[in-house]
């Protein structure tokens, strides 16, 4: 498919969908393939990552699937199979056996959409999305005592999801109400309301695209700017989210799809791996909060755009299959760049005072030869990228992740978690609540 994005498109309402998805630890994956014969049928998949060597294991259950079937894989190697019948979904479990595949069918949820939600950060539980004239309604598919269990219903119509701790309890939603669309963030062990967690403005509509628990980074898309556009900011945090312009790519469309795990307090070192998509083809993006620019990169040829993980060494990790590697994992590493830092000259207008920005520099241009091209995949080819008025190429490839020590790091404070992956409303420690995120100017200066 081509696609054709305008200016500072940025993966709008309906992004792409991933064609691997991953568990939060690494451990396995799941995605629909197809058969090699003159029907095309599709059938569930499941990869084995977190070997040394990469596997795939076929797991056809009793029927062809179709393409708008969803899988979710949990951390003990099963995977979860959502399949629509009628007017309802079927929630079902495979696993291989000796020889074939099993499915246990789980039981079934009464619904127009249901939509998986991603992995738990323990990947032991499985939730699900249920858009209702009432508000939609959020479903345990998997792990509850008897099938699928409703556990909440949050007034508007939600999409997204992502989990803000290592435990599973707390899932921000974006939800659109009257007509705006902000993040909300549940409370599944209290089964308390939707609280507010990203409010830039009033009348600007607010996503949450990626969470990192660890840091705390948070990257976000906004039209408060007048315009959607792609920031960051820090959960917890009293400084206003940035709209960086190196993120603006003119004429392609740059979605998010990693955050490095493991920077504990340092959400401006975390790396950030995009999918950029252009009428020239589908490429990779790196950028941290710290940089200056959006650093791009041929993609492995195979790569089943939209998936991949960072390890906490900083090493990126790119499914592919090709005839040749029906399952591979290219490695990739992109040290971070030097960073000059000037001290701003005034406050930030806001809730707090910035205590260091970085100058704004124009967008990478498009590449001239952005299509994925064959290439080793063990390592993945850099792109040229804009730098002043010549051209140069990024560094990449096999080498250590240096540590950042380009510019002070913002502390952001962290949420005291509970031991299991909640479900229930059984009593809890007292969690803090997070913090609404303010905007911030918009001024050039500003803006990094």
Same mark, same amino acid.
């Given at each position: 498919?081509?696609?054709?994005?305008?200016?500072?498109?940025?993966?709008?309402?309906?992004?792409?969908? *991933?064609?691997?998805?991953?568990?939060?630890?690494?451990?396995?994956?799941?995605?629909?393939?197809?058969? =090699?014969?003159?029907?095309?049928?599709?059938?569930?998949?499941?990869?084995?990552?977190?070997?040394?060597?990469?596997?795939?294991v076929p797991l056809p259950g009793s029927q062809p699937e179709e393409p708008d079937s969803?899988?979710?894989?949990?951390?003990?190697?099963?995977?979860?199979?959502?399949?629509?019948?009628?007017?309802?979904?079927?929630?079902?479990?495979?696993?291989?056996?000796?020889?074939?595949?099993?499915?246990?069918?789980?039981?079934?949820?009464?619904?127009?959409?249901?939509?998986?939600?991603?992995?738990? &950060?323990?990947?032991?539980?499985?939730?699900?999305?249920?858009?209702?004239?009432?508000?939609?309604?959020?479903?345990?598919?998997?792990?509850?005592?008897?099938? &699928?269990?409703?556990?909440?219903?949050?007034?508007?119509?939600?999409?997204?999801?992502?989990?803000?701790?290592?435990?599973?309890?707390?899932?921000?939603?974006?939800?659109?109400?009257? /007509?705006?669309?902000?993040?909300?963030?549940?409370?599944?062990?209290?089964?308390?309301?939707?609280?507010?967690?990203?409010?830039?403005?009033?009348?600007?509509?607010?996503?949450?695209?990626?969470?990192?628990?660890?840091?705390?980074?948070?990257?976000?898309?906004?039209?408060?700017?007048?315009?959607?556009?792609?920031?960051?900011?820090?959960?917890g945090s009293s400084l206003p989210v940035r709209f960086p312009e190196c993120l603006r790519?003119?004429?392609?469309?740059?979605?998010?799809?990693?955050?490095?795990?493991?920077?504990?307090?340092?959400?401006?070192?975390?790396?950030?791996?995009?999918?950029? =998509?252009?009428?020239?083809?589908?490429?990779?993006?790196?950028?941290?909060?710290?940089?200056?620019?959006?650093?791009?990169?041929?993609?492995?040829?195979?790569?089943?755009?939209?998936?991949?993980?960072?390890?906490?060494?900083?090493?990126?990790?790119?499914?592919?299959?090709? =005839?040749?590697?029906?399952?591979?994992?290219?490695?990739?590493?992109?040290?971070?760049?030097?960073?000059?830092?000037?001290?701003?000259?005034?406050?930030?207008?806001?809730?707090?005072?910035?205590?260091?920005?970085?100058?704004?520099?124009?967008?990478?241009?498009?590449?001239?030869?952005?299509?994925?091209?064959?290439?080793?995949?063990?390592?993945?080819?850099?792109?040229?990228?804009?730098?002043?008025?010549?051209?140069?190429?990024?560094?990449? /490839?096999?080498?250590?992740?240096?540590?950042?020590?380009?510019?002070?790091?913002?502390?952001?404070?962290?949420?005291?978690?509970?031991?299991?992956? &909640?479900?229930?409303?059984?009593?809890?420690?007292?969690?803090?609540?997070?913090?609404?995120?303010?905007?911030?100017?918009?001024?050039?200066?500003? *803006?990094?």
């Amino acid at each position: 498919m081509t696609i054709c994005a305008s200016e500072d498109a940025t993966s709008l309402d309906s992004p792409h969908r *991933a064609a691997l998805t991953i568990t939060a630890d690494g451990s396995y994956a799941a995605r629909l393939a197809r058969h =090699d014969d003159a029907a095309g049928s599709w059938f569930p998949e499941r990869w084995t990552i977190g070997g040394p060597e990469p596997y795939a294991v076929p797991l056809p259950g009793s029927q062809p699937e179709e393409p708008d079937s969803e899988l979710l894989p949990l951390a003990d190697g099963r995977v979860l199979l959502l399949r629509r019948v009628a007017d309802r979904f079927t929630v079902s479990l495979l696993y291989p056996t000796d020889p074939g595949t099993r499915e246990v069918l789980l039981g079934a949820v009464p619904a127009d959409t249901l939509t998986l939600l991603p992995p738990t &950060p323990r990947g032991t539980l499985g939730y699900a999305l249920a858009p209702g004239t009432r508000g939609t309604a959020l479903w345990l598919v998997h792990g509850g005592a008897a099938g &699928p269990e409703r556990v909440a219903v949050v007034p508007g119509r939600c999409t997204g999801g992502a989990w803000l701790d290592h435990d599973g309890r707390l899932l921000a939603l974006d939800r659109e109400l009257d /007509g705006r669309t902000k993040t909300v963030v549940v409370d599944l062990a209290r089964g308390c309301p939707a609280s507010p967690l990203l409010q830039i403005t009033e009348r600007s509509n607010d996503r949450l695209l990626l969470a990192d628990p660890d840091s705390g980074l948070l990257l976000v898309r906004s039209d408060a700017p007048g315009h959607d556009r792609l920031g960051w900011g820090v959960l917890g945090s009293s400084l206003p989210v940035r709209f960086p312009e190196c993120l603006r790519a003119p004429g392609m469309a740059v979605t998010p799809f990693a955050l490095q795990p493991g920077r504990m307090l340092l959400p401006e070192s975390c790396a950030v791996a995009f999918r950029i =998509d252009a009428a020239s083809g589908t490429w990779l993006g790196v950028w941290r909060p710290a940089g200056r620019r959006l650093r791009q990169f041929r993609a492995p040829e195979g790569w089943l755009a939209g998936a991949g993980l960072w390890t906490r060494d900083g090493e990126l990790l790119l499914p592919y299959a090709t =005839d040749a590697v029906p399952c591979g994992m290219a490695r990739m590493t992109v040290p971070p760049e030097p960073v000059a830092v000037r001290v701003a000259a005034g406050p930030v207008v806001g809730q707090a005072a910035a205590v260091g920005t970085v100058d704004a520099v124009r967008p990478v241009a498009v590449p001239v030869a952005a299509v994925p091209v064959a290439a080793v995949p063990v390592a993945a080819v850099p792109v040229a990228a804009v730098n002043g008025s010549g051209i140069t190429h990024s560094g990449g /490839g096999i080498v250590p992740d240096a540590a950042h020590t380009g510019i002070d790091s913002t502390a952001s404070p962290h949420l005291k978690v509970i031991d299991t992956e &909640p479900h229930t409303s059984a009593t809890h420690p007292r969690l803090c609540r997070p913090v609404p995120l303010q905007q911030a100017p918009l001024g050039a200066r500003e *803006a990094r």
